[in-house]
T-cell receptor
Framework: SAVISQKPSRDICQRGTSLTIQCQVD?????MFWYRQQPGQSLTLIAT?????????ESGFVIDKFPISRPNLTFSTLTVSNMSPEDSSIYLC???????????????FGPGTRLTVL | EDKVVQSPLSLVVHEGDTVTLNCSYE??????LLWYKQEKKAPTFLFML????IEKKSGRLSSILDKKELFSILNITATQTGDSAVYLC???????????FGKGTRLSVIA
């Protein structure tokens, strides 16, 4: 399985500021995803981070609010822009690990970033 | 619309009890079903099920899939306080599409 690290592990931010979360994987992976988990809720997919092209966003999420970079096959960043208290969540990076990188491969999660916006 | 429903939403048991968590799904082009355990932040992978009737087992945890009735169960025997967590069920569609998650079952095991 892939080993995934995220930075920061937690942060407390002021309203109106932005935070960039980093996700590093110990091996090249085809698929990288960013999820959000609001308090008491299940995981919601924000976007699929595509290497070398723009991320694919899910309904309700836009690039201006959640810009994503993926410069190579082992690294991605998610920025939460112009934060409000409603953005307080756990943000999780996830990868598909396997030789084919296809959807039948297991998806693993990073340790998460707990964001609190005041 | 693809849907994954877990039940119960929460459960409180005593140490030593056996619990069964349920996951039903409605998805197009089903490929596989995944179970995760989430204690603090990151979901930890437990099982991936692709075939009906084949039990996956890891210690006190086991899981089975019924593709005809579109559900899976996760069993935990002789529960311990360390089993307290949210258990998430997710389904994989065909192609490189994202997982569809259920809302999870919050299990609390009390001594």
């Amino acid at each position: 399985s892939a080993v995934i690290s995220q930075k920061p592990s937690r942060d407390i931010c002021q309203r109106g500021t932005s935070l960039t979360i980093q996700c590093q994987v110990d091996s090249q992976v085809t698929m990288m995803f960013w999820y959000r988990q609001q308090p008491g809720q299940s995981l919601t997919l924000i976007a699929t981070a595509n290497q070398g092209s723009e991320a694919t966003y899910e309904s309700g999420f836009v690039i201006d609010k959640f810009p994503i970079s993926r410069p190579n096959l082992t690294f991605s960043t998610l920025t939460v822009s112009n934060m409000s208290p409603e953005d307080s969540s756990i943000y999780l990076c996830s990868v598909t690990s396997g030789s084919s990188g296809g959807s039948t491969d297991t998806q693993y999660f990073g340790p998460g970033t707990r964001l609190t916006v005041l | 619309e693809d849907k994954v429903v877990q039940s119960p939403l929460s459960l409180v048991v005593h140490e030593g009890d056996t619990v069964t968590l349920n996951c039903s799904y409605e998805v197009t082009n089903f490929r596989s079903l995944l179970w995760y355990k989430q204690e603090k932040k990151a979901p930890t992978f437990l099982f991936m099920l692709t075939s009906s009737g084949i039990e996956k087992k890891s210690g006190r945890l086991s899981s089975i899939l019924d593709k005809k009735e579109l559900f899976s169960i996760l069993n935990i025997t002789a529960t311990q306080t360390g089993d307290s967590a949210v258990y998430l069920c997710a389904v994989v569609n065909s192609g490189n599409t994202p997982l569809v998650f259920g809302k999870g079952t919050r299990l609390s095991v009390i001594a």
